[in-house]
């Protein structure tokens, strides 16, 4: 009986000894967290979402609310792959049943996605981070699908090689009427990409366009650039705008100050 006793406090001691061993070392992920803030200087609020690649958590519960003026800090794991956009024009006050509760970029009429991709166009933010310095965080802001809202993305504090700086212009001022979203006011809320629009392969490079050769800029992905020339405006956009960054925390911003001309500061 002691035997069994002692040997069970043993096990015990060697269980704890292990757990601290992971923790002190760095071993779970949970201690290793990145920070991710979200930032919202547009003159209305927004509705940020979140949603994983394959094998991530859904940060935040996927949603939430966040007035202007706004910052969240949103905690991952120490490595974390997934987009980031905002929801514009949202009403949850009323039922749904999964019909769009937001202008632009709804998830199934839900506040928080729980993983649910959002409906486009919407200016998604790409990212794939990692806590340990040594390996590079990448990220991009993606106009594939279309814009909904101009958005900047640093680390934080803020170096400009980590810096993708919101866009020039307002896209949903330049947007083609054959591009545009148009709410109940009859006011553009978002512009879709071509090839959302179309869907046409050489719009989409895919089938026999499905390379850099032969899925060239558009006059549709030509005019997001020129809006946003940070941004990946067709999907073999080059130069590569996607940013090599060794970081632990990175800051968001949606709507950034004059348009790109954000301090680094922010």
């Known amino acids: 009986m002691e035997i069994t006793m002692n040997f069970s406090r043993i096990s015990f001691a060697l269980q704890l000894f292990?757990?601290?061993h992971?923790?002190?070392?760095?071993?779970?992920?949970?201690?290793?967290?990145?920070?991710?803030?979200?930032?919202?200087?547009?003159?209305?609020?927004?509705?940020?979402a979140?949603?994983?690649?394959?094998?991530?958590?859904?940060?935040?519960n996927g949603?939430?609310?966040?007035?202007?003026?706004?910052?969240?800090?949103?905690?991952?794991?120490?490595?974390?792959?997934g987009r980031i956009?905002?929801?514009?024009?949202?009403?949850?006050?009323?039922p749904t049943n999964h019909k769009p509760a937001c202008e632009t970029g709804d998830c199934d009429g839900k506040l928080e996605c729980e993983g649910t991709i959002g409906l486009p166009p919407a200016t998604l933010v790409e990212m794939t981070i990692q806590y340990d310095k040594k390996q590079p965080s990448f990220y991009d802001v993606s106009l594939v699908d279309g814009y909904n809202l101009p958005v900047s993305v640093t680390n934080k504090p803020s170096t400009s090689k980590c810096l993708i700086r919101g866009c020039t212009q307002n896209m949903k001022d330049t947007c083609p009427?054959?591009?545009?979203?148009v709410n109940d006011e009859g006011q553009v809320v978002a512009c879709k990409s071509?090839?959302?629009a179309f869907n046409l392969d050489s719009f989409c490079c895919r089938n026999k366009y499905g390379s850099p050769e032969k899925c060239k800029p558009s006059v549709y992905s030509s005019l997001f650039k020129k809006a946003c020339p940070s941004y990946v405006s067709y999907a073999f956009d080059t130069p590569s705008p996607v940013v090599s960054c060794s970081s632990d925390q990175?800051?968001?911003?949606?709507?950034?100050?004059?348009?790109?001309?954000?301090?680094?500061s922010a």
Not at 66 to 74: A, D, E, H, N, Q
Not at 85 to 94: E, L, P, Q, S, Y
Not at 177 to 181: I, K, S, T, Y
Request: glycine residues 10%.
């Open 18 to 20: 292990f757990i601290c």
């Open 63 to 81: 949603g939430f609310y966040l007035p202007s003026g706004g910052i969240r800090r949103i905690g991952s794991p120490g490595d974390w792959s």
């Open 177 to 181: 009427p054959e591009l545009q979203v």
């Open 194 to 196: 071509a090839c959302l």
């Open 50 to 60: 979140t949603a994983p690649n394959t094998g991530h958590p859904v940060l935040a």
């Open 250 to 264: 990175f800051v968001i911003t949606f709507c950034p100050d004059k348009w790109g001309t954000e301090h680094l």
């Open 22 to 48: 992971f923790i002190t070392s760095g071993k779970l992920r949970e201690v290793e967290g990145c920070s991710i803030y979200i930032s919202n200087k547009c003159p209305f609020p927004i509705w940020p």
């Open 85 to 94: 956009w905002a929801r514009t024009g949202c009403n949850f006050d009323v």
